[in-house]
Nanobody, 126 residues
Framework: QVQLAESGGGLVQAGGSLRLSCAAS????????MGWFRQAPGKEREFVAG???????????DYSDSVKGRFTISRVYAKNTVYLQMNSLKPEDTAVYYC????????????????WGQGTQVTVSS
């Protein structure tokens, strides 16, 4: 089992920044990818960004309202922690953000994810 604990959500004005953190514990291994999904009210959960744990290579959603260029995923290997730096936030980024982990790529449907964090609310006011 892998446990994921998120932190860093909150309320921010449009144009502001937040950094989410997710600490992994338990039976983690280098074959995992970690990353972030989000779920806005009334919408399906969607992939945002992922990082290959061993190589550090990153990838982002092609659809999630242009997170590319605004969001950056990173990890500190020694701390088993992944981060999502979110800049130039927009009201449409408002959602519950979930940390996720699975073997292989995270660019999958939510039902294919092996492990989830509890979620952290991000609210962007206009």
């Amino acid at each position: 089992q892998v446990q994921l604990a998120e932190s860093g959500g909150g309320l921010v004005q449009a144009g502001g920044s937040l950094r989410l953190s997710c600490a992994a514990s338990g039976r983690t291994n280098s074959a995992y990818a970690m990353g972030w999904f989000r779920q806005a009210p009334g919408k399906e959960r969607e992939f945002v960004a992922g990082i290959n744990w061993s190589s550090g290579s990153t990838y982002y959603s092609d659809y999630s309202d242009s997170v590319k260029g605004r969001f950056t995923i990173s990890r500190v290997y020694a701390k088993n922690t992944v981060y999502l730096q979110m800049n130039s936030l927009k009201p449409e980024d408002t959602a519950v953000y979930y940390c996720a982990a699975k073997q292989g790529s995270l660019r999958v449907r939510p039902d294919e994810v092996n492990y989830w964090g509890q979620g952290t609310q991000v609210t962007v006011s206009s």
